[in-house]
């Protein structure tokens, strides 16, 4: 019963390749959130979907593109993966773009 | 949002009462403060969150000062469970630019 999950937990991967994590919430929320948190563990807001349209696009590279089918689902696509990438990318959810946010275990990707 | 500032770490001992302290000397009137936590290698939960009264939930109490410049979290009876870094953030209830900033936060370990 888990409320945010999100797939694959573990990513590595080439320098160059295209990924992408998923994101899957059950706690009926309407708005999803992908946050990213760096080697020196600051964690920065990248997206955020209220009832599948964006509303947050924080200076994220184009490389990076949110796709939510509903609103139950935030998934996030790389392309052209690069070393700088590597960090924890978290996925989140709320109600109504409250601050009070639910976050997924994290998906912990490594670019060689 | 205002800023906050947090001791980089502290110390409890097991079982007694762990006192966070975060300064938001800046903070408006309309300006919520929020807790969060995060236990190594996991996303961050939500602890509490307060505007001017004090707050308590089955986590923890937050003690927010008259002049609203500075706050305390409390957790009453810690445990070796509570050891995390403790994120002290000041949001803005309305507006479009809703999100939470993270900053580096307290690294809180509860020694047995």
């Known amino acids: 019963d888990t409320a945010v999950s999100q797939t694959p937990k573990y990513l590595v991967t080439q320098m160059g390749n295209d990924k992408s994590i998923k994101c899957e919430q059950n706690l009926g929320h309407d708005t999803m959130y992908w946050y990213k948190q760096d080697s020196k563990k600051f964690l920065k807001i990248m997206f955020s979907y209220n009832n599948k349209e964006l509303i947050i696009n924080e200076t994220v590279p184009n490389r990076f593109s949110p796709k939510s089918p509903d609103k139950a689902h935030l998934n996030l696509h790389i392309n052209s993966l690069e070393l700088g990438d590597s960090a924890v990318y978290f996925c989140?959810?709320?109600?109504?773009?409250?601050?009070?946010?639910?976050f997924g275990p994290g998906t912990r990707l490594l670019v060689l | 949002d205002a800023k906050t500032t947090q001791p980089p770490s502290m110390d409890c001992a097991e079982g007694r009462a762990a006192n966070l302290p975060c300064n938001h000397s800046?903070?408006?009137?309309?300006?919520?403060v929020y807790w969060y936590r995060q236990i190594h290698s996991q996303g961050p939960q939500y602890i509490i969150h307060?505007?001017?009264n004090n707050e308590t939930n089955e986590m923890a109490s937050l003690i927010i000062t008259e002049d609203r410049k500075s706050s305390t979290l409390i957790l009453p009876h810690a445990t070796l469970r509570d050891t995390a870094v403790y994120y002290c953030i000041a949001v803005i209830s309305s507006g479009s630019a809703r999100q939470l900033t993270f900053g580096s936060g307290t690294q809180l370990t509860v020694l047995p």
């Open positions: 800046t903070i408006s009137g309309n300006e919520y």
């Open positions: 307060g505007l001017k």
């Open positions: 989140a959810s709320s109600q109504e773009r409250q601050f009070t946010q639910y």
